[in-house]
T-cell receptor, first 112, second 109 residues
């Protein structure tokens, strides 16, 4: 099983550029999440989707948008990248909210 | 005050020692707790999950919750070099899972 697949694994953007991080899960999970991880800050929730068709803001949503394309896919978009968005981004999914998250392997994003 | 606080370490122990990790939390709402292990350049993986006070064991791992003190702990017995990783505690309430900053553990052979 692939579990949670994130693409791309690495990306360098210039300030002001836009990009979409892709996430897909093959476990038929209902809930999906986007986190960012920064040194000393732990994992912080950006957006989540408790079920297909719904999305909600997390702790640090500013500068991001999300789309729950279908049950499998949940994308994260940066409309105008800023150096403060340099981070490692993790997508996760769970069968029910907050139980037994499965994480992807992360996308390392650098904004210069 | 952050919802979940965790000492960043690093915590260095010799192989075979007991590793003791702690987190404190600030909210008393109904909630449950979990511990994740994260190897370098990998995503976190779930180790333990508990919602009650007291101890929960799984092999070499024991998770402990003290709701009166708002304290959660993870103990790793007979630690191995393969246990070297960052350990994250998480608190789940409502639709939100909040993580501590993680403690880096190094088990030396």
């Amino acid at each position: 099983n692939a579990g949670v697949t994130q693409t791309p694994k690495f990306q360098v953007l210039k300030t002001g550029q836009s990009m979409t991080l892709q996430c897909a899960q093959d476990m038929n999970h209902n809930s999906m999440y986007w986190y960012r991880q920064d040194p000393g800050m732990g994992l912080r929730l950006i957006y989540y989707s408790a079920s297909e068709g719904t999305t909600d803001k997390g702790e640090v949503p500013n500068g991001y948008n999300v789309s729950r394309l279908n049950k499998r896919e949940f994308s994260l978009r940066l409309e105008s990248a800023a150096p403060s968005q340099t981070s490692v981004y993790f997508c996760a999914s769970s069968e029910v909210p907050n139980y037994g998250y499965t994480f992807g392997s992360g996308t390392r994003l650098t904004v210069v | 005050q952050k919802e979940v606080e965790q000492d960043p370490g690093p915590l260095s122990v010799p192989e075979g020692a007991i590793v003791s990790l702690n987190c404190t939390y600030s909210n008393s709402a109904f909630q449950y707790f979990m511990w994740y292990r994260q190897y370098s350049r990998k995503g976190p993986e779930l180790l333990m999950y508990t919602y009650s006070s007291g101890n929960k064991e799984d092999g070499r791992f024991t998770a402990q919750v003290d709701k009166s003190s708002k304290y959660i702990s993870l103990f790793i017995r007979d630690s191995q070099p393969s246990d070297s990783a960052t350990y994250l505690c998480g608190r789940a309430a409502g639709n939100k899972l909040t993580f501590g900053g993680g403690t880096r553990v190094l088990v030396k052979p």
